[in-house]
């Protein structure tokens, strides 16, 4: 058995731990400090490092991590990251015998080349850790690559099935239900989650995990063919109403917004 617990960092960033009574594996470790806090306080000792991509609020953490603790951190190679110890591509499989999970690995370019996620398909209901591709009801901005490739990506964790549980690496989700809801001002789904969502952060819970059948309900980087989000950016000024034009013209707005 395992449980995932969020650790936070910086201000608005999770640190995911997955561990059980003695051993723990952290994702996108940006600091050191809250981690080894984390170890400590519950006697446990760390056996590897997930790292979804390369921005330095993911991977700060890393040197001074293996610098106790001497684990392999998984993630793509970059020059730009030293800290992976094993390069890892789509196809390839990560078995954390400790914990009875086996994650595949998904290439998921568009917020920076080098972003991979973590699915986990063998439980019910499976786990993905998607870093900073898919926030709950948002998407990370287009760094590296191209808008069409950071669509792709969504579209291609949108398709994972719907009892999915996406644990991001931000407290985004308060903000972007404002642009969901600019969006699509008639969606009932996004009014129940802003209340849901007031009510989680007046306690200071997360409101990560998530299911994706909430997010392709809610977020409007999924649901570029809801027909109010067409009408609103029609108002906006689109005239060609294709999917890659719908997603453009709302992570231009978000930027803005």
Same mark, same amino acid.
């Given at each position: 058995?395992?449980?995932?617990?969020?650790?936070?960092a910086f201000t608005d960033n999770y640190i995911w731990a997955i561990h059980n009574d003695r051993h723990a594996? %952290?994702?996108?470790?940006?600091?050191?400090?809250?981690? *080894? =806090?984390? !170890?400590?306080?519950?006697? #446990? +000792?760390?056996?590897?490092?997930?790292?979804?991509?390369?921005?330095?609020?993911?991977?700060?953490?890393?040197?001074?991590?293996?610098?106790?603790?001497?684990?392999?951190?998984?993630?793509?190679?970059?020059?730009?990251?030293?800290?992976?110890?094993?390069?890892?591509?789509?196809?390839?499989?990560?078995?954390?015998?400790?914990?009875?999970?086996?994650?595949?690995?998904?290439?998921?370019?568009?917020?920076?080349?080098?972003?991979?996620?973590?699915?986990?398909?063998?439980?019910?209901p499976p786990i993905l850790f998607c870093g900073d591709v898919l926030f709950g009801a948002g998407c990370g901005?287009?760094?590296?690559?191209? %808008?069409?490739?950071?669509?792709?990506?969504?579209?291609? *964790? =949108?398709? !994972?099935?719907?009892?999915? #549980? +996406?644990?991001?690496?931000?407290?985004?989700?308060?903000?972007?239900?404002?642009?969901?809801?600019?969006?699509?001002?008639?969606?009932?789904?996004?009014?129940?989650?802003?209340?849901?969502?007031?009510?989680?952060?007046?306690?200071?819970?997360?409101?990560?995990?998530?299911?994706?059948?909430?997010?392709?309900?809610?977020?409007?980087?999924?649901?570029?063919?809801?027909?109010?989000?067409?009408?609103?950016?029609?108002?906006?000024?689109?005239?060609?109403?294709?999917?890659?034009?719908?997603?453009?013209?709302?992570?231009?707005?978000?930027?803005?917004?």
């Amino acid at each position: 058995m395992f449980n995932i617990t969020a650790i936070s960092a910086f201000t608005d960033n999770y640190i995911w731990a997955i561990h059980n009574d003695r051993h723990a594996v %952290v994702v996108d470790p940006g600091e050191a400090a809250p981690v *080894l =806090s984390f !170890l400590a306080a519950r006697k #446990l +000792a760390l056996t590897g490092i997930f790292c979804t991509h390369r921005h330095h609020d993911h991977i700060g953490g890393i040197a001074e991590l293996r610098a106790v603790y001497n684990v392999p951190v998984f993630g793509r190679r970059h020059e730009k990251n030293p800290h992976i110890s094993h390069d890892i591509r789509e196809g390839q499989q990560i078995r954390l015998d400790e914990f009875g999970l086996e994650f595949d690995i998904l290439e998921i370019p568009g917020h920076l080349d080098d972003h991979i996620a973590f699915i986990a398909t063998n439980i019910t209901p499976p786990i993905l850790f998607c870093g900073d591709v898919l926030f709950g009801a948002g998407c990370g901005k287009n760094f590296e690559g191209t %808008v069409a490739q950071l669509h792709h990506s969504l579209q291609r *964790l =949108s398709r !994972l099935p719907d009892i999915t #549980l +996406a644990y991001c690496a931000h407290e985004y989700t308060a903000s972007n239900l404002r642009f969901a809801l600019a969006c699509e001002p008639g969606n009932s789904a996004v009014q129940q989650r802003v209340e849901k969502t007031r009510e989680m952060r007046a306690e200071n819970l997360p409101t990560v995990p998530f299911t994706l059948a909430l997010e392709k309900a809610t977020n409007p980087f999924l649901r570029c063919n809801a027909d109010e989000i067409i009408k609103t950016l029609q108002q906006r000024g689109l005239t060609d109403t294709r999917a890659i034009n719908v997603f453009t013209a709302l992570r231009a707005w978000r930027d803005n917004f």
